[in-house]
């Protein structure tokens, strides 16, 4: 890390109201003092009250992380998605810029908008997601990303991996059955890959879940494409199925009828979506590893540097394994 960094990741760590303030106000907010952190652990997210106006949400970026060219990426598909009218809750633009800076501070700041997460037996409101991520890929599929990565095995599967078994969060006990059991993993994922074939990538949401998604009444919104990355479209849909297989099935029926209105789904990605639960699996332990140094995340995973984690961690693996070699979830075009 160079010293700029370090100066930065030290001012990250104390960031304090006072500095909130002081960066927003720059831009001619006039904040009331009411602070609410939001559920954000990768960058520090807040919801800032503002006199006299509804309250915005303030979005300061983790240093080191992104440089400003992929954050700027970033907000350039967020406002070509609300351009055409889906409901994503893009960067505001303010004195003709997104991307902000404040002291050793980067941030953007966002429209505050409620709401729940959406109801996954809710078969209408996943035909409403269908149609939403599909006129998400028509936009994703006009262009690259120049600054941002691609979610594939390696840097997902293979440096995740490589990382746990270099740290020692893992119990010495369990080391040897990781080491194997991860080995597995990414053999299976790689049969995966290769019955897929040669589908096609485009721009996406990249860690599109129930929790990125806010319903109001009949009011749908979208939010934090930080992890927007290039991938297979069916990345920006898996995470909407939950259960044993017999209750994704509708789930997935439901979500490519919406889906198919607005672009052609291949099939083929269907072999795809067991690895590319192994792989979120393998990157997030990883993800919280490399963290793990940030005291916000010791306060939200406290279970993480335990041995009943790493068990069930590698139960999960073994697990993907067996999923991984079932047929893929049946679908009728």
Not at 90 to 95: D, G, L, M, S, T
Not at 133 to 140: C, E, Y
Not at 216 to 238: C, T
């Amino acid at each position: 890390m160079t010293r700029d960094n370090e100066a930065a990741a030290l001012a990250y760590a104390a960031l304090q109201p006072d500095d909130i303030m002081q960066a927003l106000e720059a831009l001619s907010f006039r904040c009331d003092g009411r602070f609410l952190a939001l559920n954000s652990y990768e960058n520090r997210v807040y919801r800032v009250g503002i006199d006299d106006e509804p309250p915005i949400v303030a979005k300061f970026y983790r240093p080191a992380r992104w440089s400003d060219a992929a954050i700027l990426e970033e907000h350039k598909f967020a406002r070509e998605l609300f351009d055409n009218e889906i409901p994503v809750v893009a960067p505001q633009k303010i004195a003709g810029a997104t991307l902000h800076h404040s002291g050793q501070f980067r941030f953007a700041v966002y429209a505050w908008h409620g709401g729940r997460a959406p109801d996954l037996d809710n078969l209408d409101l996943s035909r409403q997601l269908g149609r939403f991520i599909a006129r998400i890929h028509r936009v994703g599929q006009t262009t690259e990303f120049r600054h941002r990565p691609t979610i594939d095995i390696d840097s997902y599967g293979v440096e995740s991996r490589d990382y746990l078994l270099q740290q020692d969060f893992i119990p010495n006990d369990l080391w040897p059955a990781y080491e194997s059991v991860s080995t597995q993993v990414l053999d299976g994922i790689e049969a995966c890959f290769a019955r897929a074939g040669a589908v096609s990538y485009l721009r996406l949401h990249g860690d599109f879940h129930p929790g990125n998604v806010l319903v109001a009444r009949d009011q749908l919104h979208i939010v934090d494409l930080d992890d927007a990355r290039r991938g297979p479209a069916v990345q920006d849909l898996w995470m909407f199925l939950s259960g044993d297989k017999i209750e994704q099935e509708p789930q997935l029926s439901a979500l490519l009828e919406g889906y198919e209105q607005f672009h052609d789904f291949d099939a083929r990605e269907l072999h795809l979506i067991e690895a590319l639960r192994s792989l979120r699996i393998m990157h997030y332990a990883a993800w919280i590893a490399r963290r793990w140094q940030d005291p916000a995340f010791r306060i939200a995973f406290p279970w993480f540097d335990t041995h009943r984690y790493w068990e069930d961690h590698v139960l999960s693996l073994r697990e993907q394994i067996a999923l991984m070699q079932e047929p893929p979830l049946a679908w009728s075009a």
